[in-house]
């Protein structure tokens, strides 16, 4: 291979590095512009008018994700699960996940993360006291498509009812409880304390956690574009030098 089909060549792989690390660029402003989408979606829900989750809006639970919504039932407390490593301030706990049976509707139940509460340091299967009402209860909350799942640490225990679980698993808990919950979960709402129940729901900014992401993709952006930009330096700088060395060859006679 001569010297001009190296360069050639070297300047083919230049610019497809180019192109690449370009797509690549553009594939991050557009994950941060979903993120930023989404963002503007919580808000304008945390914005509006709690939604009553009637009959009407059960048929579409999964619509109802990021909105306010305000639930009337029952609790099922027979039927609670505890989520581990769940910290809040750097305290080790659980959240309380609990059915709330919907007043109206026959048989149909709406997990509801009522709150956190804290591990006991000498045995971590002693669940702290909370008190669950009794009777009908009216509860208003945020919809959740699920709770954030960790990684299983060591084999999956068989997961039972009032039993701690790592991850929320929606199948898992229709075959433990008998019975099937819409496909959201609830979090019922944030505040510095809970005087009523004994449990906390001093819930993580969820703005704070996905504007650290849109941050991310942005400095990943900025990255791959100034790749590109070094590459495409380069790149002109070796057609500069292949555009010279023509001019330098001496012409056969």
Not at 2 to 21: F, N
Not at 154 to 164: A, E, S, V
Not at 170 to 184: E, H, K
Request: with cysteine; net charge positive.
């Amino acid at each position: 291979m001569t010297r001009t089909q190296k360069l050639c060549l070297a300047g083919l792989v230049g610019l497809l590095g180019v192109w690449a690390t370009s797509a690549l660029g553009f594939w991050q402003l557009r994950r941060a512009a979903d993120k930023e989408a989404l963002q503007s979606r919580i808000d304008e829900a945390a914005r509006s008018a709690p939604v009553a989750l009637d009959r009407e809006a059960l048929r579409m639970p999964v619509g109802l994700v990021n909105r306010h919504v305000i639930l009337q039932g029952r609790w099922r407390p027979e039927a609670v699960v505890y989520l581990d490593n769940r910290p809040h301030a750097g305290t080790a706990g659980f959240y309380v996940l609990m059915p709330l049976r919907i007043e109206g509707v026959a048989g149909v139940d709406v997990i509801v993360n009522r709150g956190w509460t804290p591990r006991n340091m000498d045995d971590r299967t002693r669940i702290g006291a909370y008190r669950t009402p009794d009777g009908p209860i009216e509860v208003t909350g945020v919809v959740e498509a699920d709770e954030q799942r960790f990684l299983d640490l060591g084999p999956r225990p068989d997961r039972f009812l009032k039993g701690i679980w790592q991850n929320f698993d929606f199948d898992a808990y229709a075959r433990a409880s008998g019975t099937r919950p819409l496909p959201i979960v609830v979090r019922a709402d944030a505040g510095p304390s809970s005087t009523d129940d004994g449990l906390l729901r001093d819930w993580p900014d969820r703005g704070g956690v996905l504007q650290s992401q849109i941050d991310r993709h942005h400095g990943y952006a900025f990255q791959w574009f100034a790749l590109a930009a070094t590459l495409a330096v380069l790149l002109a700088y070796q057609s500069l030098r292949l555009i010279r060395h023509g001019r330098t060859v001496p012409q056969p006679q």
